[in-house]
């Protein structure tokens, strides 16, 4: 075990069913550092078996400000290129403290399987009796079954097992970064869920100097620019798309960050109970967890009531199905209402194109979209958050910098929409963490070099 | 371990009335370097397997179930093992068992006759969690007049050369007044920051202060140590090297000839034996995950006469889990029967304690549950440690074996 690595990378044979274990060297974490620029390495590794891959950053994990990201990286059915989805919340975390750095899925299983990672161990068990459940009741189930409330359940829902390329990854039972189809990967390859719950630890260089450095960074962000906001609906106000937040904030219930992350950006609505109930109450399911502010711009433009958008990103997620393709469907159709929809949503899932809305306005730099598609999730809003990054305002500009922003978070495991809002978080900063964490001899050019692997 | 080490055949008793505490025992002989180590129950002591031993060490726990369980048969077997040149150390209950008492079953093993001074015809009042006061104890007569950390002050034997004053956890086990029946190793001389007083302080220190907390008596030609407190506790290690030296005395002419793993046990395959130490890596890992997820909740289970919680599951598990990686050091042992029976029994105690989860969550009763579990948990872990000081006594024998061997 290395310094904020285990150094193991999973290997999944899906078609023979067997899993090994591949020691990572030092110098592969020299070379591409970690993150999506890893995860590249390994894909091109093992493209023959059709791979995707599951990683995390050296950081992933870590106290540092917004350290909580894994990311997914495969050939996306939608472009046809190899594409990165970040997932945050206690995800890419828990994969960390798994014991594996990464996990490569290569080949296709004869049938329905699940992942079971705990402790560097993984066992690969049939999933018949999950197949065919949506991702909250696959979730529930695996929580039950292996009796820890806490585990991580990466899931695909009906959208997925159908093979639709609007098909979604969920992370338990909300949305995650995935723009690119993976949900339609893994069903393909008949994999239903990856179970994630680690009880490891990883080592620090410099334990000392890396928490303080890490802490007096996480009091420098939480009093600097993010200090007056909170929960990702004030995005898109902030970028000029208008009056999100009024429309939305009846039904907020609370704002929750994800691991180690400053800003609470992930903001709960109940729409079946009142808001103001702080206590769990009877009520199984009492609202959603809106991780994607653009999502909710979307179905607000589609014509949605904050209630029903509430109910259909719900819809969405237990079916697996991308929320913006969702919105683009309901738009092209003049759908307005949850109602319209909720009856048989599963019958309309074969009519929803793969293409999602790209909800933000066209003076938002559509570079950014054009980069995004051929590497990055428009996930992460296209402009700077409640910072002033000191980027020249014009498009291209505002395109390489969203590029390199997202480039840095992505490789080192900090969530890319985090980026957009701490401008704390740079090279340098970046760099010194890293130091003080490894052993490993990094510098800003290393991080270059990484990021222009992913974006050339 | 050095030259000069003496090897001891151990057992450490894991039978009926044995709580969690043996496994400091433990920890202390694998820091020893003692690894002849055997766990025995209550049938396996009345079925004489303690003559093979030098040494039982018996830590904390139930003293009446103990007692149930050796019963008069385990009584003199225990006193025909030392009489024979076997040495007994006993912590907390293991203490209690052998002193003196009136009380059915445990006056089956007078083989100490001290008193203990915590024994009164009247309880004080109570303080600071009258719980651990007063446990409830079929002699509704001991009580426990502090907890915690205490000070003990050696008097200068031979057998425990050291510091003069330590500090020692004691959890509920004797005190004990000197007399001319045992000679007396350490006296109780203070408390600290740490100690709990259970009862009125000054009370407290009339009871506990300069009696003996460690004493020894012989008996025939071998010899019983008694601890109030649990010198053997991982966290106090000038404690610990008592027991060490204690435990190199024991070792009598013979031992060195120390067992080795079963001759007769099929090498496995390479590939058969990492596979099973994997699923039982897995299935110590399921354990674990699920008794980490019972500790958020506040549970406790009535048990005999002792009250078990969540932590004391993992207590277990971790004990067994912490070894994990010697299962698969390069010339490890490779008896596919053993890890095969133990994998069996670490997959009861995942579905026991999945099913434990499901019904705190459905809001039901789990005693029926953790009564069976709690023992299942014992076994394993002893069965895993057994057979994990079998691997690392067949090293160390393999080293030494190199080492004295010219070429």
Redesign the interface.
Known sequence: MGNLTSNIALIVDLAAGKVTQEEIEDDFYAEHVGGASANLALYNKYIDDDPVVFGTGLLTGTLFPGAASGVITGKSPKTGKVCHGPFCLYGGTELKYTGFDFIVLKGHSAGPVYLWLHDQVADVHDASGLWGTDTWAVTESLRKSLGEDLIQVISIGEAGEKGLACADIALNYWPIGDRWGFGQVLGKKNVKAIALRGLGIFDLARPAEFVEYCRNLHVKIRSGAISQHRGNIEFPDYLGEGQVKPWIEPLVHRCKACFACPYPCNTFVKYREDRSIMKETDVQEPGFLLTDAAAVLAMKKAGLSGEDTGKLLELSSRHGVNSLAVAAHLQAEGITTYSAVSEGFSGLLEGIGDDGIFPWSPEIPEACAESAQQTFSTWTPPKPLFADFKAAGGVEETAAWWTRRNGLAYVTGICPIFMLMAPEINEESLIEALVHGSDLDLTVQDLDKAVAALVG | MNDRTRKTRLSIYVGKGASHSWTWFVDLLERAGQYDVRFFDEHDVRGRKLLDRDALLVAGGDTFDLAEGLGEAGSKELEHFIAGGGYYAGSCAGAYLMLKSSKELVNLFNHVRVKIRNHVNELPPAQNGAAKSYPRYRCADIFHPVRDEVKVTFTGLDACQGPAEITVPLFGGPVMVPSGEASTLATYSGFTRKTIFLVNEELARDVVLTNAAAIRKGLGDGMIYLFGPHFEHPRYQAANRVVTRIVEAAARNGAGAARLPDPSTEPASSAGIDKLL?AL??EF??S???A??LQRYRLSWPIGLKTYEPPKILHFLDAVWRRVPSLFEKNRLQDCRKVERILHRTRKI?GL??SM??QV?DGGDTLHLAEELFPELRKMAARFLEYHFEGKLAAQQADEHRWRSPF
């Open positions: 994997m890596k897995s890992s399921n674990r995950i699920v980490i997820a995942t304690l999945r989860k499901l969550d």
